[in-house]
């Protein structure tokens, strides 16, 4: 059992209580929030008092890519489409040990920042293996690549041996996916075949999705430097007269709990399409801003009721894992950051039954700031305390 005492609690249903205090029981939920003065303080309990903290739900990290970590600072390519070539080629030299003390390190990272959800979407298998080693929470989506069509056995084949592997772990903690990764990596045969698997197996999807104008280009067009490369490395590429949202929609692939990372490049077409589907969207602000794809109409996708929930991307793209940063350069307010960094986080993973804000019954994943006068929020983006499940993962 914890109980944490805080100068202010915000359970983000609920308006914040000053002088409050939570409560997680032995199976690692909630039992009590409130003022201080009327949480339980059972004899055994594990203490924790921050008369200057913030004490928040716990932060949700709606994409990431942990087993990129070791990978910080090491692409300076501006040309998007060479950068994407930069990765893979830095991927094709990491070996499983690489991966695996990266996506250790990522995680480790994240429950520094206050996050204590992630939705990963990587090709080693070395978050899922994070998660269990260390205990954390999060959903991994098994990545899945394939430009042309030569490749889809193999590509299917793959995926399918290490959903099996990873299935063995998931556990309500541990949830998997797949994820066919982007247009210019997946060609439309692999993702009808991706688009059926995921169905058969109940598998949540995730997938890259009109992130830059490129990406638009060689789906409407054929054409564009994405067109060039894959007829290149001698690929057919045939122009489909839509945008990357009908596209991939129409292709099955956008269905109740799909997120769609990015969604940078969309009309209001695109968000009845969206919307229609039941799909979430993952919004990257500041890997956006990096690659200047433009800003996604985080505006549009909520007045349609899409949920939208807020991802650092790769530490490849940007700096490090503060969600705080991402929603300073979204220019959301401080309490409308908190909601969608928790809450409107947990709706796009539709986890929010269980996390994103603080009520009794709820898991007991939490994150405790500095309080920064003379504003309580945003904090500065080290956590204090970081807690999965009543379980204190990090302290500072
Ligand atoms: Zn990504």
Known sequence: MLRIRAGVVFPVTAPPIE????LVGADGRITAVGPNARVPTPGDVERLEFKDGVLTPGLVNAHTHLELTHLAGTNDEKDF???IGRVRSLKDETTPEQFQAAAERGLRDCWAHGITCIADTGSSGAA???????????IVYQEVFGPSPTQVPASMADLEQQVLRMRRLATTQRRIGVSPHAPYTVCESLY??????AQQERLPIALHLAESQEESELVRYGAGPFAEALRARGIAVEPHHCSPVQYLRDLGLLRPGTLAIHC??????????LKSSRAAVAHCP???????HGVAPVGLLRQAGIPVGIGTDSVVSVPDLDLWSEARTAWFGAEEALRFL???GAKALDWDREIGSLEVGKAGDLAVFQHSPPHRLPPPPIALATVVAGRLVHRS
């Open 19 to 22: 002088d409050g205090a939570v």
């Open 192 to 197: 009808r075949r991706v688009a059926r698997y």
């Open 342 to 344: 928790t809450l409107e």
């Open 264 to 273: 940078v490049q969309v009309d209001a077409e695109d968000v009845a399409a």
């Open 81 to 83: 489409v060479k950068w």
């Open 128 to 138: 899922m293996q994070a998660l269990v080693r260390f205990g954390g929470r999060g």
């Open 286 to 292: 500041r890997s956006n801003r990096a690659h200047a």
